[in-house]
């Protein structure tokens, strides 16, 4: 059964940085994109990196774009989110996800999350 | 980017049927995947692609979708069906990814 397991997250003050990890078992980590997605208490989720399966190719959100860093080592079967210049608004669970693609008829992919990680919370106050 | 829309409550009498839409540009180009969110624990997928359900999620979960709507339906909402759900998409420039807000179904 595919396992994601997220570590890494904690207290932080704003300002100050911190790095995510999520280990991947029983699956072939190195031939899938990976996603970083988070959700503050209370609230709704909200996507923030994706890494390609060779990790040549990142994308972020707008809001964590220029402080988050999205990275893999697929020898380790690990994905990482360094998060920098934290905000209150960072706070969140951090969940890593799985990406799965639906082609159809045309040949377009459509992207959807097949396993998630249980997310580690991160809490970012003075 | 763009944005993807969901009424933020649904209320279903149990057995009976309930749709979820998620409204957005995206989806004129991409299905959407919905995922079903419980109180303390991980989203897990129930639908994804035009209307496919992985392995353990009941056939009384489906998908449609027309123009900028993709719909989720449950055909006799149980009560473990309470839960929130998400539908999520490529954005239109394909790079990003959108999420909904979010509907919670509270099952009467």
């Known amino acids: 059964q595919v396992q994601l397991v997220e570590s890494g997250g904690g207290v932080v003050q704003p300002g100050r940085s911190l790095r995510l990890s999520c280990a991947a078992s029983e699956f072939t980590f190195s031939t899938h994109d990976m996603h970083w997605v988070r959700q503050a208490p209370g609230k709704g989720l909200e996507w923030v990196a994706l890494i390609s399966y060779n990790g040549n190719n990142e994308y972020y959100a707008d809001s964590v774009k220029g402080r988050f860093t999205i990275s893999r080592d697929n020898s380790k079967n690990t994905l990482y989110l360094q998060m920098n210049s934290l905000r209150v608004e960072d706070a969140a669970v951090y969940y890593c996800a799985k990406s799965g693609l639906y082609y159809d008829s045309s040949g377009r992919g459509h992207l959807y999350f097949d396993y998630w990680g249980q997310g580690t919370l991160v809490t970012v106050s003075s | 980017s763009s944005e993807l829309t969901q009424d933020p409550a649904v209320s279903v009498a149990l057995g009976q049927t309930v749709r979820i839409t998620c409204q957005g540009d995206?989806?004129?180009?991409?299905?959407a995947s919905w995922y079903q969110q419980k109180p303390g624990q991980a989203p897990v997928l129930v639908i994804y692609?035009?209307?496919n359900r992985p392995s353990g999620i009941p056939d009384r979960f489906s998908g449609s979708s027309s123009g900028n709507t993709a719909s989720l339906t449950i055909t006799g909402a149980q009560a473990e069906d309470e839960a929130d759900y998400y539908c999520?998409?490529?954005?239109?420039?394909?790079?990003?990814?959108?999420f909904g807000g979010g509907t919670k179904l509270t099952v009467l």
């Open positions: 692609g035009k209307n």
């Open positions: 995206s989806l004129r180009t991409y299905y």
């Open positions: 999520n998409s490529r954005d239109s420039s394909g790079n990003h990814v959108v």
